[in-house]
């Protein structure tokens, strides 16, 4: 079966840096378009990094540019979100998100368990 486990978040300070991983096993990796996505407490769930399933093009919130990097091995079949200088409103669960490249099942991809990031001031 397809999973998406994450790891690597935390509690920091402000200022600081955090590496995510995401690990996904089941599925072509080299097939999917990988994303971040974070929910705080009272928002919507919201885009943080997306890049493409060959790790040729990226794109992110404007919340985040200039601070946040999202990379991938497919040798290790892992995408990665480096964030830093970590903000109190980055706080929130981050959640790996895989969408196949050709079609579209699931509609929405398919999701991690999530992983709580923690930016205190």
């Known amino acids: 079966q397809v999973q998406l486990v994450e790891s690597g978040g935390g509690l920091v300070q402000a200022g600081g840096s955090l590496r995510l991983s995401c690990a996904a096993s089941?599925?072509?990796?080299?097939?999917?378009?990988m994303s971040w996505y974070r929910q705080s407490p009272g928002k919507e769930r919201e885009l943080v990094a997306l890049?493409?399933?060959?790790?040729?093009?990226?794109n992110y919130a404007d919340s985040v540019k200039g601070r946040c990097t999202i990379s991938r091995d497919n040798a290790k079949n892992t995408v990665y979100l480096q964030m830093n200088d970590l903000k109190p409103e980055d706080t929130a669960v981050y959640y790996c998100?895989?969408?196949?490249?050709?079609?579209?099942?699931?509609?929405?991809?398919?999701w991690g368990q999530g992983t709580q990031v923690t930016v205190s001031s």
């Open positions: 998100n895989a969408r196949n490249v050709v079609i579209s099942i699931p509609r929405n991809g398919y």
């Open positions: 089941g599925l072509t990796f080299n097939r999917y378009a």
């Open positions: 890049i493409g399933s060959t790790g040729g093009s990226t």
